[in-house]
């Protein structure tokens, strides 16, 4: 990435018309520009978002907005290239398949079936109005992801000889799971989709938080100790498939 010189970014900054979600064009397709300043950024650096739904660039404090910009467009072809890799959008209908766990499950909706979904011999039964298919599908998905996170997080505290701390679900679009200061846990709940072995793993490592804020020797060694699997196959799984865990829902 390029070392941009210092600019006094505040003054040139308030020149700018105030823009809320300032956009680039990709391939012909507007894409809202997330900017964030970093003390401790040198460089500006520039990601696509997991879902595809902005370029995300971070940059030093002293940099202007006007610059990330252009640096976005000088790019455009690499995030369109980025965008052209994202997997399709996930269809929620009747016959269509679900992941769910490392497994596939087949989406029988009837309005007779009771609203709550219900798993069924390979099938996810689905009741309600059709309208509402996609919504009830996701909450349920929420639902369980907090459910099996929380029963492993009972496991690996438990383990760690350390409190149940108070769990949370995130929909981050960076981070699988994080540690507060004060104790608390969030997981992401797409890894319900994930095997369980992977979303288990990432529960395991916040545990390891709880009783080293770092990454030392000392949490990898009690990560190890604490998750029965690979942490680095989890990790692998993670960095090949993770990206398809963000398919939008429709």
Known sequence: MIDWLRRPAAAEDAALPAVPHPTVIVHGRALPVEVRRLRQARRMTLRLAPD?????????????TADALAFVRERADWLGAQLERL??????APGKALPFRG????????????????V?????????????????VQRWLA?????????DLAHYCARAGVPVPALGLSSARRRWGSCAADGSIRINW????????????????????????????AFHA????????SVPAANRWLKAE???LYQPFG
């Open 52 to 64: 595809g739904s902005a370029a995300r660039v971070s940059m030093p404090t002293w940099a202007r």
């Open 87 to 92: 997997p399709p959008p996930l269809e929620l």
């Open 103 to 118: 497994d596939r499950l087949v989406l029988a909706w009837d309005s007779a079936y009771p609203r709550r979904p219900v």
């Open 120 to 136: 069924d011999d390979g099938q996810l039964l689905v009741g309600g109005p059709r309208e509402q298919l996609v919504g009830r």
């Open 143 to 151: 639902g369980e992801a907090l459910r099996l996170c929380g029963e």
């Open 190 to 217: 797409r890894l319900i989709m994930a095997p369980d072995a992977v979303r288990r793993s990432v529960v395991a490592h916040e545990v390891a938080h709880l009783v080293h804020f770092d990454h030392s020797p």
């Open 222 to 229: 009690l990560l190890g100790w604490l998750f029965e699997g």
């Open 242 to 244: 993770g990206r398809g």
